[in-house]
């Protein structure tokens, strides 16, 4: 499959700052592609998914946040458009848009919230790319989506030439292990942070996740380890890593993760959260600078 050494790899799942009116701080999210590539060592960018907080902006500033990011990023880094929702015709809008940007896949979430069918979840697929030449990654979030795909349904999904792999967000290794077997051609990126190096063990051929946006070079060892046959030391790197994760969690995430990028120098404007989603409070900025000094400084 042409497209899956190119887009292998480790990728953070970009965040983006928002000022108190909920528009997209642009300074401050130049300033978040960049450390990204330059100091977080990845190979790109997931533009537009949970971690960017899609689905409660417009389309307008979807398509803004798609730009800046290209504009930024320019041939720095590979980009993956996440475009996906619940509305199909806003999904092949913003499929054609990134595809004009010069974005090197899509990306879709699984449609969500109504009781879609498995056959009405394919259609959406296959209708967005009848509409747009484009590779496409699905994206599988069952714990968010609340959709479920088996093998058989993968396999009907990959069936089409343009469907060229998965990110994989779920804890279940014997899927994935079965998905592996199953499509050694397709490309499978982990989606879980935290289960990064159970997934190296079943050989994924990449990561997309929200704290590498702070914690990439982590991340990079743990993938160079394990494809090393270092599980040893990828082990101790990933229990490091949960940690932090851990120490994330219970402050919050997007607020936290906003917050170390502060710390990391992105400080250029507010790096405020998107309404509903409250930003971070006094005390979770006093913790994010312990946690900070504790995990990345």
Do not use: W
Not at 177 to 182: D, M, N
Not at 249 to 270: E, F, H, M, R, S
């Amino acid at each position: 499959m042409a497209k899956k050494s190119s887009l292998s790899g480790l990728f953070s799942a970009l965040l983006v700052p928002f000022d108190a009116d909920g528009q997209v701080n642009e300074a401050g999210l130049r300033q978040v592609v960049r450390h990204n590539l330059d100091q977080m060592q990845v190979d790109g960018l997931y533009v537009g998914g949970s971690t960017g907080e899609n689905f409660m902006l417009d389309v307008a500033t979807k398509k803004q946040i798609f730009a800046i990011a290209k504009d930024e990023a320019g041939d720095k880094g590979k980009l993956i458009a996440q475009i996906g929702g619940p509305n199909l015709y806003e999904a092949i809008d913003l499929a054609a848009y990134a595809k004009d940007l010069g974005y090197d896949a899509l990306s879709a979430v699984t449609p969500f919230y109504y009781k879609f069918s498995f056959a009405e979840v394919k259609q959406y697929y296959f209708d967005i790319l009848e509409a747009v030449d484009a590779p496409m990654i699905v994206y599988s979030i069952p714990f968010l989506t609340g959709v479920e795909i088996g093998l058989a349904q993968f396999a009907e999904l990959f069936a089409h030439e343009r469907i060229i792999g998965v990110k994989f967000t779920a804890a279940d290794f014997y899927l994935l292990e079965r998905l592996r077997s199953a499509y050694p051609d397709h490309l499978i990126y982990s989606g879980f942070d935290e289960m990064l190096l159970p997934a190296m063990v079943n050989q994924v051929d990449g990561a997309i996740g929200s704290t590498y946006n702070v914690n990439g070079v982590r991340a990079r060892e743990i993938m160079d380890l394990a494809q090393a046959g270092d599980f040893a030391a990828a082990r101790r790197i990933q229990q490091q890593s949960n940690d932090l994760i851990s120490a994330i969690l219970d402050n919050g995430l997007y607020p936290t993760i906003k917050q170390l990028l502060v710390l990391a120098g992105c400080n250029q404007g507010p790096f405020l959260s998107r309404k509903p989603m409250a930003s971070a409070t006094e005390a979770q900025i006093v913790r994010a600078k312990e946690i900070y000094q504790q995990f990345l400084a």
